[in-house]
């Protein structure tokens, strides 16, 4: 199984911060690599697909980028509604599998 | 617009079965893979499986084979999920999802499974 390993795994921001998540991969995905938002009590929302794909509807504030093992997600200008938890994903082979989570919180 | 609605939540004894249904509507039911992905109180996302809409084809999670089972009905564009010989740590919010194959781009609301004595 492919390992997905986030960090951090929290990072305290103010608004207008600028945010870098990074996901790393055991081995090789190319760019099936998916990233996602979770707020409390809600489902998962996709932010970027393909690596650096920005899903319809997903401000242009976030950005993601990498191929292979290592890829980020960046928040260029933290707002308010950013605050929440977020997670990689690799699509690359079965079994699916996530990061643990990168919560974002106020600083 | 597309959406997934998810069956109601549910409180099971140790032992019994449960069995999670996902309605879809929107979009061609057949073009699109189904995900299940549970979410236990606190914890990260785990994937537990896929499912075709168009043949069937399932991929389960290591850790559940032989107690879970995936399937899709294309005349009632509903995906459902039995998970058997349910125990305390299969208390969790499961999700169902749309697989467009390199992401999950619609989720279902999510629904409640509480195993309990």
């Known amino acids: 199984d492919i390992q997905m390993t986030q960090s951090p795994s929290s990072v305290s921001a103010s608004v207008g911060d600028r945010v870098t998540i990074t996901c790393r991969a055991s081995?090789?995905?190319?760019?099936?690599l998916a990233w996602y938002q979770q707020k409390p009590g809600k489902a998962p929302k996709l932010l970027i697909f393909?690596?650096?794909s920005l899903q319809s509807g997903v401000p242009s504030r976030f950005s993601g980028s990498g191929s292979g093992t290592d890829f980020t997600l960046t928040i260029s200008s933290l707002q308010p509604e950013d605050f929440a938890t977020y997670y990689c994903?690799?699509?690359?082979?079965?079994?699916?599998?996530f990061g643990q989570g990168t919560k974002v919180e106020m600083k | 617009q597309v959406q997934l609605v998810q069956s109601g939540a549910e409180v099971k004894k140790p032992g019994a079965s449960v069995k999670v249904s996902c309605k879809a509507s929107?979009?061609?039911?057949?073009?699109?893979?189904i995900s299940w992905v549970r979410q236990a109180p606190g914890q990260g996302l785990e994937w537990l499986g896929w499912?075709?809409?168009?043949?069937?084809?399932?991929k389960y999670a290591q850790n559940l084979q032989g107690r879970v089972t995936m399937t899709t009905d294309t005349s009632t564009r509903t995906a459902s999920m039995e998970l058997r010989s349910l125990r305390s740590d299969d208390t969790a919010v499961y999700y169902c999802?749309?697989?467009?194959?390199?992401?999950?781009?619609?989720w279902g609301q999510g629904t409640l499974v509480t195993v309990s004595s």
């Open positions: 081995q090789g995905i190319s760019n099936w």
């Open positions: 999802a749309r697989d467009k194959v390199d992401a999950y781009d619609y």
């Open positions: 499912t075709s809409a168009y043949n069937g084809n399932t």
């Open positions: 393909a690596a650096s």
């Open positions: 929107g979009y061609t039911f057949p073009s699109y893979g």
């Open positions: 994903q690799q699509a690359n082979s079965f079994p699916r599998t």
